[in-house]
């Protein structure tokens, strides 16, 4: 497993990308997998950015782990900001027009959606959100 | 993200490549907001996206509402798989125009 620590900071969710990408090129993980992983460390590593420690900078750590039957990759993203379940929120209404709609929410919906499993949990003053992509 | 626009008169053609995201959202949107007066039609051109997360959908839905407003429209071309996969789960398929 590799992990990295950074500040929770808007520019630092390129760093996180090209440090995850680097692992799953070398597991020739395939491009569309690839890119669907690339938007979830943008809504999970973002979402760290915008709330976990607002109006405060803090720290994130993101693991990345590649593992066999299935070949699959678990990311795990860890902060110890406010505790906050993404999962808990209800998915969002996805059929409603231009106008009613509400972009809120949409971004752990397609997380969700492109993913294989995603897990949360709150311990130790930490959040802890897993995901996994099956290659 | 790069951005290259082109005219022809009151179409205005938005070409894009890279990622568009939480970073480069922004980008996009000042873009679009200097291109809306005195368009009738904006063409976002996405051959050379390789993706987008929520924070690019957010840009595109007020960009799609301003045009509908002032009585143009807006079309997105060339979507990947990836990205038109982002379009299907979200049902932006259904409230945006994609060619």
Redesign the interface.
Same mark, same amino acid.
């Given at each position: 497993m590799n992990e990295l620590t950074v500040e929770a900071t808007p520019e630092n969710i390129e760093v996180i990308t090209a440090f995850v990408d680097e692992q799953l090129e070398r597991y020739d993980c395939p491009m569309k997998a690839q890119a669907q992983i690339d938007i979830a460390i943008d809504e999970l590593f973002g979402n760290i950015v915008r709330y976990a420690y607002h109006p405060e900078v803090g720290s994130a750590t993101v693991q990345v782990e590649v593992v066999n039957e299935p070949l699959a990759v678990v990311i795990t993203f860890i902060d110890q900001g406010k505790p906050y379940d993404p999962l808990a929120k209800e998915d969002p209404n996805v059929t409603l027009s231009a106008e009613e709609r509400e972009v809120g929410g949409l971004g752990i919906y397609i997380v969700k959606k492109s993913m294989n499993a995603i897990t949360y949990e709150y311990k130790d003053g930490r959040n802890i959100l897993k995901i996994r992509k099956d290659f | 993200m790069n951005i290259e626009k082109t005219q022809n008169g009151t179409e205005v053609t938005l070409t894009l490549s890279g990622?568009l995201?939480?970073?480069t959202a922004p980008q996009l949107e000042e873009k679009i907001q200097e291109s809306l007066e005195g368009t009738q039609k904006l063409n976002l051109d996405f051959e050379n996206l390789?993706?987008?997360?929520?924070?690019g959908?957010?840009v595109l839905?007020t960009a799609?509402?301003a045009m509908?407003k002032s009585g143009g429209q807006m079309e997105i071309r060339h979507v990947n798989? $990836?990205i038109h996969?982002?379009f299907e $789960?979200?049902?932006f398929l259904?409230?945006?125009n994609i060619v």
């Open positions: - | 990622r995201d939480t970073v390789e993706y987008l997360s929520s924070a959908l957010r839905l799609h509402k509908t798989e $990836v996969e982002v $789960v979200t049902g259904d409230v945006l």
